[in-house]
T-cell receptor, first 113, second 112 residues
Framework: DAGVIQSPRHEVTEMGQEVTLRCKPI?????LFWYRQTMMRGLELLIY????????DSGMPEDRFSAKMPNASFSTLKIQPSEPRDSAVYFC???????????FGQGTRLTVV | KQEVTQIPAALSVPEGENLVLNCSFT??????LQWFRQDPGKGLTSLLL?????REQTSGRLNASLDKSSGRSTLYIAASQPGDSATYLC???????????FGGGTRLMVKP
């Protein structure tokens, strides 16, 4: 398996624009996670899905952030409108089952100017 | 709320040394603990996962131990190599929910 695949790898956008990050989990994995990594706050969980259903979105910063998982092989994280403070590396991870070993993608480095 | 701390934040050692990285967590009600490696500009690579019922796990030169009651885990790296240079992160999965809480990481540099 190719592992967790994220796109794009890098995104530079202007403040106020909509940004969509994409993730393809490892085939057969039924848990999917979105994390954000910054120098100041480290790695923080934004939201996690189990069997395509959002289970905990308490880490989503505000209403500008939304995440969907329309099927078992695809998820998106959308920021609308984007702000400079959203600049970070966004990681997607998946696991075979709840509480199983988590595997991370390469991340999307987002810069909002 | 679970809090995970890693000490030291940075470590520099000469090649060949054995070393220990520390991780502590405040809530002992964990399901498992996972150690990751992160290279600059890259994603996280899973190294070892220890279930709460286990005391240690080994993979090659790496050995991770877990003392759940005291809220501590260590990652032991034997015979360190320059290729081991990276940031090492520990993360705990609480019983209450399927989500990892991460420590701040230890940035390791192994000098040739």
């Amino acid at each position: 398996d190719a592992g967790v695949i994220q796109s794009p790898r890098h995104e530079v956008t202007e403040m106020g624009q909509e940004v969509t990050l994409r993730c393809k989990p490892i085939s057969g994995h039924n848990s999917l996670f979105w994390y954000r990594q910054t120098m100041m706050r480290g790695l923080e969980l934004l939201i996690y899905f189990n069997n395509n259903v959002p289970i905990d979105d308490s880490g989503m910063p505000e209403d500008r952030f939304s995440a969907k998982m329309p099927n078992a092989s695809f998820s998106t994280l959308k920021i609308q409108p984007s702000e400079p403070r959203d600049s970070a590396v966004y990681f997607c991870a998946s696991s075979l089952a709840q509480f199983a070993e988590a595997f991370f993608g390469q991340g999307t480095r987002l810069t909002v100017v | 709320k679970q809090e995970v701390t890693q000490i030291p934040a940075a470590l520099s050692v000469p090649e060949g040394e054995n070393l220990v990285l520390n991780c502590s967590f405040t809530d002992s009600a964990i399901y498992n603990l996972q150690w990751f490696r992160q290279d600059p500009g890259k994603g996280l690579t899973s190294l070892l996962l220890i279930q709460s019922s286990q005391r240690e796990q080994t993979s090659g030169r790496l050995n991770a131990s877990l003392d759940k009651s005291s809220g501590r885990s260590t990652l032991y790296i034997a015979a360190s190599q320059p290729g081991d240079s990276a940031t090492y992160l520990c993360a705990v999965n609480n019983n209450a929910g399927n989500m990892l809480t991460f420590g701040g990481g230890t940035r390791l540099m192994v000098k040739p």
